[in-house]
Nanobody, 116 residues
């Protein structure tokens, strides 16, 4: 059974930082792109960042560009999202995403709350 488990979320003040992790098990995702999505209260799930299999290519939503950094450790089958200069509008549940045979795999999500 394939599982993606996010961790690292929590409560942080505006301007603070958090590092999210996504640990994959059940199969290796080292040869596939992976990404992060988020869903804020009352909003649809939106794309945040993605990374190629090698880590050489990254993609970011305009809203997080310059503040967030996506990375991966293929040897450990783990995905990361470093979030800096956090804003209240970054408050959301963050989800790890990976391609599946018929549909994408998703983690359970980790809550990120940015508030003073």
């Amino acid at each position: 059974q394939v599982q993606l488990v996010e961790s690292g979320g929590g409560l942080v003040q505006p301007g603070g930082s958090l590092r999210l992790s996504c640990a994959a098990s059940g199969r290796t995702f080292s040869n596939y792109p992976m990404g992060w999505f988020r869903q804020a209260p009352g909003k649809e799930r939106e794309f945040v960042a993605a990374i190629s299999w090698s880590g050489g290519n990254t993609y970011y939503a305009d809203s997080v560009k310059g503040r967030f950094t996506i990375s991966r450790d293929n040897a450990k089958n783990t995905l990361f999202l470093q979030m800096n200069s956090l804003k209240p509008e970054d408050t959301a549940v963050y989800y790890c995403n990976a391609p599946g045979r018929f549909a994408d795999y998703w983690g359970q999500g980790t809550q990120v709350t940015v508030s003073s």
